[in-house]
């Protein structure tokens, strides 16, 4: 559509997160760096010095689950070597004038994705990735009902060098922390608040949203069309129970959130079929980003419902999800500085692509 294709330059205020403001600046003069070619990714089947490739087992720190439970492990936990939190709080925390500090209390856990080394996602086979979301749900329920203390365990994925990864074989990290991460914080309460007001899940209502929307929005004065927003527009996948989005307000230009369809604020309530339905989602939509970025190498990380705290209940306000954010530029002191991400790439132009990828001789799907 020849309007999509004019130059944005707008700031756009996340609907959920207010203070999340992004600027998206697709005139290649606002440009602020060069694109860069991050360094390649390790592809390798299995490599005999690594402590998480097959027959290495007793090089990994303890282990702490594995899948399938007997014959050779397709997925297994253990310990982090070096984890960021202590296992145990001992000093009570710390406040002093302006100074406040809590126990670096928690757990730190790495899951082995997959025994070979090198394999991506999209490369997995839907049922394996299904075990690992399997293991996801189930370590962060041991983990809360282990201790009440824990208040959110995030699940995360760091992919690539470029994405921080420091182990090249392919693995996520649980940390479980006594504190509620900011930005689960933020969306919580924002939820809430706007359910307060509209009875309404905020999350659902941008679901809906994405899936009927149609409107032409007109300039008063000249009558020129400003903006068309066509049916499906932020839509990547879709499958019987999960949808990929690509956020109206999106901080990294190819980032894409997978929800569930039908209303739910607990990834721990999930089903398993729900679970193969989201491996099906996941795995097309990490196909589709590979397929345009070329090799995409991302971070992705779950968003679900915290433990305790005074936010009363948000059951019906809060909606999980899973958040991609794929590494093509590394953030600026602008937008260390400012928090408002600049975004070189229109969402809808970026969505467009994604859409275009022609998976259909993927034989996995
Ligand atoms: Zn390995
Ligand atoms: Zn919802
Ligand atoms: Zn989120």
Redesign the pocket.
Do not use: D, G
């Given at each position: 559509m020849q309007d999509q294709q004019q130059a944005i330059r707008e700031i756009r205020i996340n609907p959920v997160v207010p203070s999340e403001s992004v600027l998206v600046a697709t005139a290649r003069s606002m440009r602020p760096r060069e694109a860069e070619v991050p360094a390649p990714r390790d592809t390798r089947r299995h490599?005999d010095e690594?402590p998480?490739?097959t027959g290495n087992e007793d090089k990994t720190p303890p282990e702490i689950a594995r899948w399938p439970d007997d014959g050779p492990w397709q997925v297994r936990i253990v310990e982090n070597l070096y984890p960021v939190l202590g296992s145990d709080g001992t000093t009570g925390g710390l406040v002093f004038g302006l100074q406040q500090a809590i126990d670096g209390y928690g757990r730190h856990e790495v899951i082995i994705d997959h025994h070979r080394?090198g394999i991506a996602v999209h490369e997995m086979e839907p049922g394996h990735l299904a075990a690992v979301l399997r293991m996801y749900r189930r370590r962060m329920r041991e983990l809360y009902e282990m201790d009440p203390r824990l208040r959110y365990a995030l699940v995360f994925k760091n992919f690539g060098p470029a994405a921080g990864a420091s182990m090249a074989?392919t693995h996520s990290q649980i940390i479980a922390l006594p504190v509620v991460p900011q930005n689960v914080h933020d969306e919580v309460t924002h939820s809430k608040d706007y359910y307060d007001r509209h009875h309404r899940c905020i999350f659902c209502t941008l679901i809906d949203e994405a899936l009927t929307f149609e409107a032409t929005i007109y300039d008063r004065e000249s009558g020129r069309i400003v903006r068309r927003i066509g049916v499906g527009q932020y839509v990547i996948e879709r499958g019987e129970r999960f949808i990929a989005v690509k956020p109206f307000a999106s901080r990294y230009e190819w980032e894409v959130h997978i929800l569930p369809l039908a209303h739910a604020s607990d990834f721990l309530d999930t089903e398993d079929a729900d679970l193969d339905d989201l491996a099906r989602v996941l795995r097309r939509t990490m196909a589709r980003l590979d397929a345009v970025i070329g090799g995409a190498q991302y971070n992705f990380f779950l968003h679900s419902a915290p433990r305790g705290g005074d936010y009363g209940d948000i059951r019906a306000s809060y909606h999980w999800h899973l958040e991609i954010c794929p590494r093509t530029s590394i953030p600026t002191g602008f937008e260390l500085g400012s928090g408002l991400f600049v975004n070189t790439i229109s969402p809808e132009q970026a969505a467009e692509r994604l859409r275009q990828v022609d998976l259909d001789n993927d034989d996995r799907g």
């Open positions: 490599v690594c998480f490739c080394h074989h």
